[in-house]
């Protein structure tokens, strides 16, 4: 039962992870391929997206993107807190 449950939890772990990746950091495949392979193959198809579907480094791939993006919010960006600090020493001009 308990192996059953842990199959069962890394396939639909393998669906919901192709689904949610992006389309162009998928390797050799669509989208819609990874997703039938991984969703009809079971458990053959989860090791194949696991081990060659899925992106490699997926922290260096948030990471480019996210220092692409820009800053996430004011506390992130250095303009902003350097106008704050001038503000609340009444440098205000």
């Known amino acids: 039962m308990l192996v059953t449950l842990l199959l069962l939890g890394i396939w ?3 669906c919901l992870d192709v689904l949610r990746t992006d389309a162009s950091e998928l390797r050799h495949l669509s989208k819609t391929g990874w997703l039938a392979i991984a969703f009809f193959g079971f458990l053959i198809g ?3 997206w696991l081990l060659d579907g899925r992106p ?8 480019s993107r996210m220092a692409a993006a820009g800053p996430l919010g004011p506390d992130d960006d250095p303009a ?14």
């Open 12 to 14: 639909i772990y393998c």
């Open 56 to 63: 490699r480094n997926r922290q260096a791939v948030l990471g």
């Open 80 to 93: 902003f807190l350097r106008d704050l600090e001038r503000r609340l020493r009444g440098e205000d001009g």
């Open 46 to 48: 989860s090791v194949l």
